[in-house]
């Protein structure tokens, strides 16, 4: 089946189909580097990272840029009010930034532009746009684009612009919904950049939000390439204003598919730095969730569907994990060699036309899992084959290869299991020099052995 996505710029959903055969190239619009990142912001990546996995998984080569946003009104304020410089300040919220998408098992973009690396690019943009007419500069030598110069602004929003009062112009690299005005490509330094500005044909000054995706993404997937990403709230001005500059600077196809991931919520808000409502990754950690919980909880909705967020949901995440790894040790133990063909269950055609009919993660779901519930009842029937043992074992790779919620199992060599039931008839003839021996030698070979009611437990050492 044909794989189908909700094209924000078509209100519906239509036939995926790369503009190079085989190939995908794909932006995602990074963090705005000024404070940690939020579970809200990781809800839209790890929206992201599902979209990219499965395109490798058809098949697909993904060639991926997210950029990072580290000058813009909100760096440079917090900046100022920690008295720190503002690259002090981007690099410390890159790095956890980093650390955070490595902790979650995001896959790596392939680059992460930095926008105060390509102020160069940004400048010869704006240029090309005041060439051709399609932007102009202000007296404090700010440089605007010019609305009424694009015909087709509001395509993506579907905003209406006989609401706008004309010749207004927008300095904010954020401004409110409905209001399309011109705004700002250059921003003309002043009192409160300090000493955050660079040189440019129209003096001192910095870039505007909107142009740095701009300027990045045709530098690095060229001017027309085929998904581009966010959150909902970077559709209206962020995405629309791209729209604008891009085909206005390079007078062709910009962007063919445009997906937006819906808001993580909490208690009925918008989980947000301004509200002062997030929880950060490290929080989530400390109340007990792993990463893999983290995963589960944030990719289980569909991801145009709002998600409300509550502390309590990691039982629900261990308890669906557990499941699958339950059932994955019994395959496990049953497993048939090597030569044995797999066949994969039938659901597994289910599973992926879910995710065909743009990403339907709930519905995925709900067919992985009753497939677990069935396979738990046919080995319990002792009914099952060593092809479709090894098909569940594939199944269950497969399903990891795409939401990566399955922690990382621990082999233990037959070796150690051997030394262990030695440990445990010295121990039980009293022989405790013996015993200690062999714990010493495991310890020396990794792994620890913990004495429980239930018998001894083994894991390796950290
Ligand atoms: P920012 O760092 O503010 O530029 O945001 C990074 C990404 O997170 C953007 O794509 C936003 O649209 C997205 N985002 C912000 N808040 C939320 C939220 N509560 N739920 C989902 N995505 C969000
Ligand atoms: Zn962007």
Excluded at 73 to 85: F, G, L, V, Y
Excluded at 405 to 425: N, S
Aim: charge should be negative; proline fraction near 4%.
């Amino acid at each position: 089946m044909s794989i189908r996505f909700y094209n924000t710029i078509n209100r519906k959903k239509v036939k995926f189909e790369p503009i190079t055969p085989g190939k995908v190239k794909l932006y995602t619009c990074g963090p705005t580097v000024y404070d940690t990142a939020h579970i809200g912001n990781f809800r839209t990546f790890l929206f992201e990272d599902l979209l990219k996995r499965f395109l490798i998984f058809k098949g697909y080569e993904v060639y991926h840029v997210m950029n990072i946003t580290d000058v813009d009104d909100k760096t440079i304020k917090r900046a100022n009010t920690e008295e720190m410089t503002i690259n002090e300040l981007t690099l410390r919220y890159t790095e956890e930034f980093m650390n955070d998408i490595k902790s979650l098992k995001i896959l790596p973009a392939d680059k992460y532009p930095r926008a105060t690396e390509h102020i160069v690019e940004m400048i010869q943009m704006i240029q090309t746009l005041e060439k051709s007419g399609y932007a102009y500069e202000t007296k404090d030598h700010s440089i605007y684009f010019r609305l009424d110069s694009y015909d087709s602004y509001g395509q993506l929003t579907k905003i209406d612009l006989t609401k706008q009062r004309a010749t207004e112009r927008i300095i904010n690299d954020e401004y409110s919904k409905d209001n399309p005005q011109d705004f700002a490509l250059w921003k003309a330094w002043n009192d409160e950049d300090g000493k955050v500005f660079w040189e440019s044909p129209w003096g001192r000054g910095r870039p505007g939000w909107h142009i740095e995706c701009s300027a990045m993404s045709i530098k690095y997937l060229g001017n027309h390439f085929d998904i581009h990403c966010g959150g909902v709230d970077n559709i209206f001005p962020h995405h629309e204003n791209e729209i604008a500059q891009s085909v206005s600077a390079t007078k062709g196809l910009f962007v063919n598919y445009w997906m937006h991931s819906e808001y993580l919520h909490i208690q009925g808000d918008k989980m947000s730095k301004t509200l002062g409502n997030y929880h950060k990754i490290s929080d989530l950690i400390s109340e007990g969730f792993t990463a893999e919980e983290i995963r589960f909880t944030l990719l289980s909705a569909h991801y145009r569907s709002k998600l409300n967020f509550s502390l309590n949901q990691n039982q629900e995440a261990r308890t669906a994990i557990q499941r699958i790894t339950d059932l994955q040790q019994r395959l496990f133990e049953l497993k048939a060699s090597a030569q044995t063909e797999s066949s994969i269950p039938d659901e597994f055609e289910e599973f992926v036309a879910a995710l065909d009919d743009d990403l339907d993660t709930p519905k995925a779901f709900a067919v992985f899992f009753g497939w677990i519930r069935s396979m738990n009842n046919f080995l319990d029937r002792g009914e099952c084959m060593p092809n479709q043992i090894n098909g569940g074992l594939e199944f269950i790779e497969k399903f990891d290869d795409l939401f990566a919620i399955i922690p990382e199992m621990v082999i233990v060599p037959q070796e150690v299991y051997v030394l262990i039931e030695k440990r445990e008839k010295a121990r039980l003839k009293q022989d405790w020099k013996t015993a200690d021996k062999i714990r010493n030698l495991l310890h020396k070979e990794g792994w620890l052995v913990e004495d429980s009611p239930s018998g001894p437990k083994v894991k390796p050492k950290k």
